[in-house]
């Protein structure tokens, strides 16, 4: 089984930056690949940042140039570098991850609020 835990959330203006952190726990050889999502206030989740077991890496038209998604395989943690953030970045962040066809992991969710 594998455990998913997010940090580094908080209250910042905009223009500002976050590092959002997911450390993975449990069953780690499982995770195929680490995704970031968001859902903000009465949206859908969506998908912002991925990163697959090979290293291909995708992000959303939203925040491509803005966000960075990388990962310490040593210390089984991807990160999310989060510059020039934007109000409408304001969401609870969630680190996923598939680990069998048809299950994903899920952590609980950071905050990250940025202020106009």
């Known amino acids: 089984q594998v455990q998913l835990v997010e940090s580094g959330g908080g209250l910042v203006q905009a223009g500002g930056s976050l590092r959002l952190s997911c450390a993975a726990s449990?069953?780690?050889?499982?995770?195929?690949?680490i995704n970031w999502y968001r859902q903000a206030p009465g949206k859908q989740r969506e998908l912002v940042a991925a990163?697959?077991?090979?290293?291909?890496?995708n992000y959303a038209h939203a925040v491509k140039g803005r966000f960075t998604i990388s990962r310490d395989s040593a210390k089984y943690t991807a990160y999310l570098q989060m510059n020039s953030l934007r109000p409408e970045d304001t969401a609870v962040y969630y680190c996923?991850?598939?680990?069998?066809?048809?299950?994903?992991?899920w952590g609980q969710g950071t905050l990250v609020t940025v202020s106009s």
């Open positions: 449990g069953n780690v050889n499982s995770i195929n690949s």
């Open positions: 990163i697959t077991r090979g290293g291909t890496i």
């Open positions: 996923n991850a598939p680990v069998a066809p048809g299950l994903d992991v």
